[in-house]
């Protein structure tokens, strides 16, 4: 069965996450995506992360799996030539570096289309496309701080601003580009007509955050901390400490109230005025939760979301990241699959499990399919199929071209 974007072809010149990320997502749905690296390699390439102990490189692997590697000068003519052949047969071309890198390169929009009118043009910045910030530099960190979410991510009592525990600025981000893509790819479709698209990281974030941000503007009032749960959200939408962790509850609803008050132990307040109703519980909710607080401590995490769910009350527990991806209700859904891992330079032939495709198409599913290209590791393959010869291949390599 084909995958959604089998026969698509992206050509993909950028680095870190929020560009190579997006081509991950369109390697998963079946497209042809050339990774074009200089020959010293992308920027993130072997970056010694700390907690890295099995020779693999996960943040290269997550964000580059599924693709073609071509390494290439492209700052001499005949490494430009390539890159406008391989444009040339694209349908995508995808980027985030710094606006005005690509102009330096010649690889600009307008320079691009005259190699193919109907190309998607697709780029991520920083901060857009306009303005005085447009060109300056900036990672999945700024995009959180300059759009707000760092300074409602904290505790009521904490003043200074919560980066987020992961870069869900250049994940969101890749995804609106994703989306943007195929939503140009729609457009041609039906028209004819290539375009540019541009997603930013600070635009990516201030959509996520549109309920919020719209409020805050509105109102001229500041999002207040999130605390316990949503800074907009009040009542029992919170996090709980049990006897061997946390939990969650997204709010207890009028009626489950009693059914609550019967599974916590409290039935003596399941008419008290101070928490008759959705509005008085408000009023009263940190006396409230100082009563179940101390509740909550006696059980375990499992044992008190079994018993919440069944009076109908909206719970889970509070997963770290190995806890959820072992969870059987990831792996029956696919959030988790295995890959054939082809070793190389010390990493030996291996089966590894790393996240899936979060979309699920009945007709026409995606796959993980392949790591992380090695530098370089489809330059010939990639040449020969744009016809050139085993000749010309040597003179390029004796060229420094590739």
């Not at 073609?68 to 052949?85: H, P, R, V």
């Not at 008759?276 to 940190?286: C, E, F, N, P, S």
Request: charged share 25%; glycine share 10%.
């Amino acid at each position: 069965m084909a995958a959604p974007l089998d026969g698509i072809k992206v050509l993909e010149v950028s680095i870190a996450q929020f560009g190579p990320h997006c081509g991950v997502m369109l390697a998963d749905l079946g497209a042809e995506v050339i990774k074009v690296e200089p020959l010293t390699g992308e920027m993130s390439r072997n970056v010694p992360w700390p907690n890295e102990s099995k020779g693999i490189d996960s943040y290269f692997l997550a964000h580059n799996r599924g693709k073609k590697g071509l390494a290439l000068d492209y700052t001499q003519e005949k490494g430009k030539e390539i890159i406008y052949q391989l444009a040339g047969k694209a349908d995508i071309f995808l980027t985030n570096y710094r606006l005005g890198t690509m102009d330096r390169h010649g690889f600009d929009y307008e320079t691009i289309r005259k190699y193919n009118p109907g190309i998607i043009y697709a780029q991520g910045s920083p901060f857009g496309p306009r303005g005085e910030k447009a060109r300056w530099p900036g990672f999945d960190l700024l995009g959180v701080a300059m759009s707000g979410l760092m300074t409602s991510t904290r505790w009521k009592d904490e003043t200074r601003p919560h980066p987020i525990g992961a870069a869900i600025c250049d994940q969101v981000s890749s995804m609106l580009l994703a989306y943007g893509i195929v939503t140009a790819l729609l457009v041609r479709e039906k028209t004819g007509i290539g375009q540019q698209v541009d997603v930013s990281l600070l635009g990516s974030m201030l959509a996520l955050q549109s309920w919020e941000a719209t409020s805050a503007w509105i109102n001229r009032t500041p999002v207040p901390p999130a605390h316990r749960g949503h800074p907009y959200i009040t009542g029992m939408w919170s996090v709980f400490a049990v006897k061997d962790g946390w939990i969650a509850i997204a709010g207890v609803r009028q009626d489950v109230w009693h059914g609550f008050c019967r599974v916590m132990g409290i039935q003596d307040f399941e008419n008290d005025p101070r928490f008759a109703d959705d509005l008085t519980r408000y009023l009263h909710m940190d006396e409230l939760k100082e009563i179940v607080d101390r509740i909550f401590l006696t059980r375990t995490r499992e044992d008190w979301v079994r018993t919440l769910r069944t009076a109908d009350v909206i719970a889970s527990p509070v997963y770290d990241h190995l806890e959820a991806m072992a969870d059987p209700q990831v792996r029956e859904n696919n959030y988790v699959v295995e890959i054939d891992y082809k070793g190389h330079d010390q990493v030996p032939d291996q089966t590894l499990e790393v996240v899936g495709i979060p979309v699920e198409f009945s007709q026409t599913p995606g796959r993980v399919t392949t790591r992380h290209p090695d530098l370089g590791e489809h330059t010939h393959e990639i040449l020969l199929e744009l016809g050139y010869t085993w000749d010309d291949i040597g003179k390029l390599i004796n060229l420094g071209v590739i």
